[in-house]
Nanobody
């Protein structure tokens, strides 16, 4: 089994910064794409950013030039640096990983439990 554990959420004023981390652990052979998604109250979960094994990022238009995704493959960890935060960035942020499990070599999609980010105006 694989677990994703997020950290780094919290309350920040508009214009501030936060850094989210997500560490994957368990029976892992390899991890393909990792990413961050968010869900605001009453809205569907949406893509924030993803990053491939090779380090190529992809961002939602709403966060381009403000957020930066990165990963440390040796630690099975993905980060999201969030700058110039806006009230509309308020949401629960979820980590996602496309994992090849150790032993079975099965490919599965895993999600973290979510971390709350609240941006006050």
């Amino acid at each position: 089994q694989v677990q994703l554990v997020e950290s780094g959420g919290g309350l920040v004023q508009a214009g501030g910064s936060l850094r989210l981390s997500c560490a994957a652990s368990g029976s892992i052979f390899s991890i393909n794409t990792m990413g961050w998604y968010r869900q605001a109250p009453g809205k569907q979960r949406e893509l924030v950013a993803t990053i491939t094994t090779g380090g190529s990022p992809n961002y939602a238009d709403s966060v381009k030039d403000r957020f930066t995704i990165s990963r440390d493959s040796a630690k099975n960890t993905v980060y999201l640096q969030m700058n110039s935060l806006k009230p509309e960035d308020t949401a629960v942020y979820y980590c996602n990983a496309d994992v090849i499990s150790g032993g079975s070599l099965r490919r599965n999609d895993y999600w973290g439990q979510g971390t709350q980010v609240t941006v006050s105006s």
